[in-house]
Nanobody, 127 residues
């Protein structure tokens, strides 16, 4: 059974940092694109960041560019989201996602392009 499990969420003050992790099990995603999305209360799920299977290509939403960094460790079957300079508007449930296809070179920005999803981790930024 394939599972993506996020961790690292929590409560932080504005300007602070958090590092989210997404550990995959049940199959290897070392050759698959992965990404992060978030959903705030009353809003639709939105794209945050994506990374190619090699880790050499990344893409960010304008709202997080320069503050968030996506990375991956294929040996550990894990991806990360380093979040710095957090703002109250970053408050949301953060989801990791993984592609079932192999060797797609470009980061994926649409939720419909992902096949596997984690259960989400809450990030709350206080002002």
């Amino acid at each position: 059974q394939v599972q993506l499990v996020e961790s690292g969420g929590g409560l932080v003050q504005a300007g602070g940092s958090l590092r989210l992790s997404c550990a995959a099990s049940g199959r290897s995603f070392s050759r698959s694109a992965m990404g992060w999305f978030r959903q705030a209360p009353g809003k639709e799920r939105e794209f945050v960041a994506a990374i190619s299977w090699t880790g050499t290509s990344t893409y960010y939403a304008d709202s997080v560019k320069g503050r968030f960094t996506i990375s991956r460790d294929n040996a550990k079957n894990t991806e990360y989201l380093q979040m710095n300079s957090l703002k109250p508007e970053d408050t949301a449930v953060y989801y990791c996602a993984a592609d079932a296809q192999l060797y797609r070179t470009a980061p994926l920005r649409l939720s419909s392009e992902y096949d596997y999803w984690g259960q989400g981790t809450q990030v709350t930024v206080s002002s």
